[in-house]
Structure formats: C-alpha cells, structure tokens
C-alpha cells in the first residue's frame, strides 16, 4: 500500500481539532483580548468555549 501524501490541512486540523478553535485563533489574530469578546464575535456558548479556548 501505498503511504499518504503529507497534506498541511490535515495536519493543521489535527493540532486544533475543536470546532471553535480556528475561530478563536482568528478573533485573537484580530486582536480579541478578553474571553467575553469571544463569546460575543463568536456566538459560541459560554461553556463549549471555555472547554475549547
């Protein structure tokens, strides 16, 4: 059999995994300092975000 190329996406998604967490990279990339500030850009609930970011 032959071995699977090496994909970056991949490998990307499988260091941030969660759902939220590219969103949460971006906010901070945008300059989100404050967990309340995720919440609200985001949307996300309070509590899946906590176990996330």
């Known amino acids: ?5 090496p994909c970056s996406i991949a490998g990307t998604l499988a ?4 759902k939220y967490s590219l969103l949460v990279l ?11 500030q995720l919440v609200r850009n985001i949307g ?3 509590d899946v975000l906590s176990r996330t970011a």
């Not at 059999?1 to 190329?5: E, I, L, N, P, S």
């Not at 260091?15 to 969660?18: C, D, F, I």
């Not at 971006?26 to 309340?36: P, S």
């Open 1 to 5: 059999m032959k071995d699977a190329r």
């Open 26 to 36: 971006r906010e901070v990339t945008l300059g989100a300092t404050r967990f309340d």
């Open 44 to 46: 996300a609930p309070r």
């Open 15 to 18: 260091l941030v995994g969660e």
